[in-house]
C-alpha cells in the first residue's frame, strides 16, 4: 500500500479550533503527513505556517499546535502528543511532550492534529466527540484551586470514559505564572516552559477529546508480527525495567553517587540526605501502584500514597501523588529536603496549581540563597524566611508565587531569568536558555546539550548520557558535540512518530522502518536520518523568527564554580564547543 493511500485511511486530518469565533473547520494536510509522518515534523511546519514574526506568546493570533505521528495508538510505548507553542517563560520555541489517554484519544476521534488559535471573551473548555467539537461555558471551573479537580468534574459531566482524555490547567495558568504546566490525565503532563500559560492567556480552561474510530492496519499479518516484535523487546529484553521497576527515581542515588546531582541551589552536586529520598526508599515505603499511559505496558508512573491527618480526631486522607526523579530533585536535593513525606507534600503542592516542579524548585533554590545573602527584604518577601529544608516555609512560598501578592512573588512567577535580572544574583540563578535545569550537573555534555538545544531540555539530546561515558572512558570534546547532532535528530525522528523515549533503544531506524512498513509506509534509513536534520533546521527557524541569538546566551557562573560528575567544567572549554557545534550545524 502508498503512503498516499495510507493517508487516505489515515493520517490527514487537521482540526482547526477558533476560539475567537468559538468555531471549527477540518483540513486535510495528507503532503505534510506524507512528507513529515507526524509529531514534531508537521507541526513544526504548521508553526512556521500559523505563527507570524513579532506575535508575543500571549497574544491570541499565536497558536497552540498538538500533533500524534503515525504509530500513535497503535503500537507500544507510541503513547506521546507533541504541544508546539511560543513559550511565555523564554520567548522562544515551546515544545512539550505528554503521554496519558491523549494520543490514542487524538487518533480515535480522527483528528491527528489540532491546531487552536485566537482567544475566548471568557472561560470555556472545548469537548470534541468524534466529529463533533463543542464549546462550553467553564467559569463554574475557572477558579477551582486544584488541576486535579478539574478533572473529576469533568469526568462527571462528559461521556467517554475509557477512550477519553481530560487536559487543564490550575490557577498557575489562569494567574499566568509564566512556567505553568497543562495536567494531561492527572499523572501525566504538558510540563516545561508554559504551555499552561497560553492555555490561561486563551481562556482555555480543559479540552476532553474522545472518539470511537478505529484504527486499521493494511497489511494485518506484518502488523501482528511487528507488534509482537516491539512488545517483546519492550518487556523480555531489560531495556525498559528500569522505567518499571523503580522509575526515573532510581537516579538518586547513582547520580549522588556520580556527584552529578544539583544540591541546594547547585551550591554542590551531591546530597548528604540522598537516602531518605531515594526511588528505592519511595518504593519501599509509600509506592501504592504504577501507571501506564494507553497502549504502553512498561507502567513507569510510580504513584505514591501519603497518609495526612486533617483534624485532630484521628481523622485522615489519603494523597495519590505520583513522583519521578526530576520531581524529587527540583523539590528535594536542590531545596535541601531530606525528608520524602516533606518532599511529596511540596509535590502535590504544585500539581493542585498546575506549574512545571522543575522550575518552581529552581525558582524558590534562587530565592533562598538570596535570602541568605542578604538580597531579598523582609518586606519583598511578606515576611517568610526561606531555608534549606523548611518543609512549612516551601509550601507557603509555592502559594505566595500562585497568588503574586506583591511584586516579589509576581516576578517569581515570572521565572529565575527574569527574576535575578531584576534583583541580582544571575551568576547563581541555575538557567540555560531561559530555562531552569533538570537535575543534572554531570559536565560539558549536560551543559552543551540544555544550551544548544532546541528547547534548552535535557530531552533534545541526553547530554548528561556523554558525559557519564565520558567518566568511564574519555572521549574528545568534538566526540560529545557529535553525540549530541546524532542524538538531536534521531530524536526528532522518534517525535514524529511519536514514541516516548523511555523506549528509544526500542525504536531503533530499523524497528521504526519496519513499524511504517506494516502500516503502508515505505522509508529507509538514509530518509530517516534526512527527515530528523530537515526538522532540526526548521525548528532553528522557528527560534530564529522569535528572536533567539546564539550571541545573547549566557551561562551562570555557577555552573563553572561546583565540581560535576566530570570535574570542574571550564568556561572556554564550553564556548569552543559551542562553536564546534555552530559550525557543523551550520548555523
Known sequence: MTTEQYAIEGLKNILYIDLNSHSYHVKERRDLYEKYLGGVGVATNLMLEESREGTGPLDPE?????????????????????????????GELGESYAGGHLAMSMRYSGYETIVINGASRYPVYVAIHDDKVTFRDASSIWHLSSAIDVGKILREIEPGAGRRSIIRIGPAGERGITYADVNVDTYRHFGRLGLGTVFGAKKLKAMLISGNRELKSPEHNAYRKTVSMLYDTIVKTGLTEKYHNLGTSENILVLNELKGLPTRNLQAASFEGAETISGELFAEKYLLRRVSCAGCPIGCIHVAMLKRAFSKAHEYEALNIS????????????????????????????????????????????????????????????????????????????????????????????????????????????????????????????????????????????GYSADQKAFNQPISDEQIVDYIIDEEDRRNVLNCMVSCLFARNVYTYENVIQALKALGIERTDEELKSLGKDIFRKKYALKKNFGFRFEDLRIPKRFFETPSTTGILEEERVKRSIELYRKKRGL
Not at 500524534?68 to 507500544?76: A, F, K
Not at 521565572?415 to 541580582?424: D, I, L, N, P, R
Open 323 to 462: 513522583y519521578d526523579f526530576e520531581l524529587i530533585y527540583a523539590l528535594g536535593s536542590n531545596l535541601g529536603v531530606a525528608d520524602p513525606e516533606a518532599v511529596l507534600e511540596l509535590i502535590d503542592a504544585c500539581e493542585k496549581a498546575g506549574v512545571d516542579i522543575i522550575s518552581m524548585g529552581v525558582v524558590l533554590a534562587w530565592a533562598t540563597e538570596m535570602q541568605q545573602r542578604g538580597k531579598i527584604s523582609a518586606n519583598d518577601s511578606l515576611g517568610l524566611k526561606l531555608s534549606w529544608g523548611d518543609k512549612a516555609a516551601y509550601l507557603r512560598a509555592i502559594d505566595l508565587v500562585v497568588q503574586a501578592p506583591n511584586e516579589f512573588y509576581s516576578d517569581l512567577g515570572k521565572g529565575v531569568e527574569y527574576a535575578s535580572k531584576k534583583y541580582g544574583g544571575e551568576d547563581f540563578a541555575i538557567r540555560l536558555g531561559g530555562l531552569e535545569i533538570p537535575g543534572y550537573h554531570t559536565g560539558l555534555g549536560n551543559v552543551l546539550g540544555l544550551t544548544v538545544g532546541a528547547r534548552h531540555s535535557h530531552l533534545d539530546s541526553a
Open 62 to 90: 499565536m497558536p497552540i499546535i498538538l500533533s500524534t505521528g503515525p504509530l500513535s495508538g497503535v503500537y507500544p510505548t507510541c503513547t506521546k502528543t507533541v504541544a508546539l507553542f511560543r513559550s511565555p517563560l523564554n
